[in-house]
Structures are given as structure tokens and as C-alpha cells.
């Protein structure tokens, strides 16, 4: 069975599927809006069992274009929620980003992506989704952080000998 491997165009929006051997004929797509939805895996950064109290997420992004992606963050498999407008509605944060001015052409810029969060549990998601034709060039993901509090530590147990 062969492995495919998807490539994504630079100055479009095509996905070609690469095979074993080269391009396969008749696997290019037709065109169209793709959309991504990237998650990180979940963190608990205070053990399995322990409490923590979330309050900022950020992502590291390299991009060499301009970019359009929305945030969203999961607090033991619940979307985090906010007041707007006196309703409680989902939280979700949209960037939009420029490309960057430097020179040469095509060089990276690194932008930080940072959403206020108020929640309690034991392990985090952070969702980013993306559509293919809001990205121009390059967008990578370099790393997540966040900003929190313990509440109660995991329990923790030393190894045992007999």
C-alpha cells in the first residue's frame, strides 16, 4: 500500500496528492477553499489529576505572507465562553495579519497570537482554523505557551521496590 503525501500550491489554492513514485496522474484537485483545523494535543500542565486555573493562550506563528486564522480554546473538552453583549456566547478570536515588509522579498516574520481565557480544569486545547485562501505564502506554527495558575497539583507517586 502506497503513502500519499498532500502538497498544498503556494499562489493558490490547489492540493496535489503526491504517491510512492512522483505525481500520480488525476489526483489534483479542482480548485476550491479548503479549510484547516489545526488542534494541539492536550496539556495538563499540573498532572492528570490536578487543578489549574487558564488565563492566556499564545501561539508562535511564521508567516512570509499575509494570513487570516481564528482562535479557539478548550478547557477539559469545553469551548471557553465570554459575555458579549450580555449573552454568553463561545470565545473565538479572529487575526488578521499582513505580510511582513522586510527585505528581500519572501522573508519571515514572526507574529505572536495571544487570547485572554478564564477557565478551570485539568487540560487545555487550543484550536486554530484556517481556510486555503486566506493564507499567502508560508504559515507555520512554532509553538504554544500558556498562562496559568495552580490550583491543586497532580498527585504524584513514588515507585515502589518489593
Sequence with gaps: MSTRLLVAQNGGSKIYALGRTGFDSGT???GGVYSALLRTDPLSPDGEDGLTHFRRIMLRVRHTGAFVCIMRC???GAQTQIYSGGVLTNQ???FTKAA????????EAETLLEMDINAR?????IELAV?????TGV???ESAMV???????GRQQGASTS
Design 121 to 125: 480544569g485539568t487540560f487545555i486545547v
Design 100 to 107: 511582513p515588509t522586510f527585505y528581500p522579498a519572501g522573508s
Design 131 to 135: 481556510d486555503s485562501d486566506d493564507i
Design 139 to 141: 504559515f507555520l506554527i
Design 92 to 94: 473565538a478570536v479572529t
Design 28 to 30: 489534483a484537485d479542482v
Design 147 to 153: 498562562g496559568r495558575r495552580t490550583i491543586r497539583p
Design 74 to 76: 478548550y478547557v477539559d
